[in-house]
């Protein structure tokens, strides 16, 4: 038997988020894509394409308006804290400078581990918090 209690989602890692580790050594906080501050911030910036997203939904600029604003979105409220430095040092954990890293293309890898990352529900188990994995 398994307890699945185990696998429920912990809603202080969900909302308040949990350490992940990218294969450079970076490490990222990140709340997950369920919690309700990324939720309503997502909503938020979609509200003024929301004519175009709804009567062209599968053309490509309504991709490109999806993409952009999700990413938007996870810098505003996902990212909650990082170790990352540039050439002058240690890089506060701003919005602004989370969005610098997410949208170059030189650090695609580093999006898509974010991504990744914080759209896994599982990843925000409580067996997993407690684990520390």
Known sequence: ????????????????G???TFVDGTKWKLASMSSTAFIECLS??????????AAAP???EANKIRHE???KAIAESIVKDWNVEDDKGAMPCTPKNV???LEDKGFDAH???VIRSC???????????????
């Open 111 to 113: 999006t898509a581990f």
């Open 44 to 53: 938020k910036l979609r509200e003024p394409h929301a004519g175009l997203l």
């Open 119 to 133: 759209s896994d529900s599982m990843s925000y188990t409580v067996s997993k918090v407690d684990s520390g994995n």
């Open 69 to 71: 604003t999700m990413i």
């Open 18 to 20: 949990r350490w992940f």
């Open 99 to 101: 969005l610098r890293i």
């Open 1 to 16: 038997m398994v307890n699945i209690f185990k696998n429920r989602i912990s809603e202080q890692a969900r909302d308040e």
């Open 58 to 60: 599968d053309s490509e």
